[in-house]
């Protein structure tokens, strides 16, 4: 099975600065999608970002951008102008793909502090 | 909030019983996910319905099963529930996939039901 490191599991960034957080994925596939999700403390898991793997350009929404170096299997999110609401868990995900089924590998988080 | 709802939000219960989790997906989605996040494990997959047929099984008890009706909602069983079961149990729902081709599938998730066994 394909496996998700996330090897920062606290991070902390004051208001209005930028901060990135890693993800490396070990895999043989050539074809596969990556994705972002926030949790925040209500817990509910929200979508931040998603990167096709055939895709060359990095994923962004709005303050949210990826760094997807597909050869060195590392998937990094940046956010920008950091906000208070944007403290939360933080999961990177690899999508397996096999004939039945899509499921959602995640790493084992990156908690995130926004200080004022 | 996702479209994707969950029922019972809290559910505590007793070491030995058994609990059934509903999910709704969001409308005109026909796959659903299981996922199981506790501590020590993180999150993890269960198990993948699409349009009523199991597609695909992850890390789930035999103690556990699920189904998914007709009108696409899924239930997922818990019995012999041990100290160990308790966790966040989530149910994501797609639009795809539904067979061969690589299709953009984005899964969505519900609130979660948190579930503790005393």
């Known amino acids: 099975a394909q496996t998700v490191t996330q090897s920062q599991p606290e991070m902390s960034v004051q208001e209005a600065e930028t901060v990135t957080l890693s993800c490396t994925y070990d895999t043989s596939e050539s074809d596969y999608y990556l994705f972002w999700y926030k949790q925040p403390p209500s817990r509910q898991m929200i979508l931040v970002i998603r990167?096709?793997?055939?895709?060359?350009q990095n994923a962004t929404e709005n303050r949210f951008s990826v760094n997807f170096q597909k050869a060195a299997k590392s998937f990094s999110l940046k956010i920008s102008d950091s906000q208070l609401g944007d403290a939360a868990m933080y999961f990177c995900a690899y999508r397996e793909w096999s004939n039945s089924g899509y499921a959602l590998n995640f790493g084992k988080g990156t908690s995130l502090l926004v200080t004022p | 909030d996702s479209g994707v709802t969950q029922t019972p939000k809290h559910l505590i219960t007793a070491t030995g019983q058994r609990v059934t989790l509903r999910c709704s997906p969001r409308s005109g989605d026909l796959s659903v996910y299981w996922y199981q996040q506790s501590l020590d494990q993180g999150l993890q997959f269960l198990i993948h319905y699409y349009n009523g047929e199991e597609r695909a099984k992850g890390n789930i008890l035999e103690r556990f099963s699920a189904q998914q009706f007709p009108d696409l909602h899924s239930e997922l069983n818990l019995s012999s529930l041990e100290l160990g079961d308790s966790a966040l149990y989530f149910c994501a729902s797609s639009v795809a996939p539904s067979g061969s081709g690589f299709v953009v599938d984005t899964q969505y998730f519900g609130p979660g039901t948190r579930l503790t066994v005393l």
């Open positions: 990167q096709e793997a055939y895709k060359q």
